[in-house]
Nanobody, 122 residues
Framework: QVRLVESGGNLVQAGGSLRLSCAASGRDFSRVIMAWFRRAPGKEREFVAAIDGNGTSPLYAASVKDRFTISRDSAEYTTYLQMNSLKPEDTALYYC???????????????WGRGTQVTVSS
């Protein structure tokens, strides 16, 4: 059974940092694209960041570029999202996703976690 389990979400003040983790299990994830998405209250789900199987060529949404860093430990099937200089508008439920279904890593994915809540206070 494939599982993606996110952790690391918390309440943090603006300007602070958090590190999210996504532990994948149930199949070999070492070569698939892994990504983070988020959904803020009342908004659509949006792409945050993605990383390929080699751990190179990360892709970021413009709103988080230069503040967030995606990385992965392919041997442990774990993907991370380091979030710095957090803003109140980063408040959302953050989801981990695996195996892109389309030609772009910003689109839909085959596997999804249940999310971890990040709340940034002003």
């Amino acid at each position: 059974q494939v599982r993606l389990v996110e952790s690391g979400g918390n309440l943090v003040q603006a300007g602070g940092s958090l590190r999210l983790s996504c532990a994948a299990s149930g199949r070999d994830f070492s070569r698939v694209i892994m990504a983070w998405f988020r959904r803020a209250p009342g908004k659509e789900r949006e792409f945050v960041a993605a990383i390929d199987g080699n751990g190179t060529s990360p892709l970021y949404a413009a709103s988080v570029k230069d503040r967030f860093t995606i990385s992965r430990d392919s041997a442990e099937y774990t993907t991370y999202l380091q979030m710095n200089s957090l803003k109140p508008e980063d408040t959302a439920l953050y989801y981990c996703a695996a195996q892109s279904l389309g030609s772009t890593p910003t689109g839909n994915y085959h596997y999804w976690g249940r999310g971890t809540q990040v709340t940034v206070s002003s």
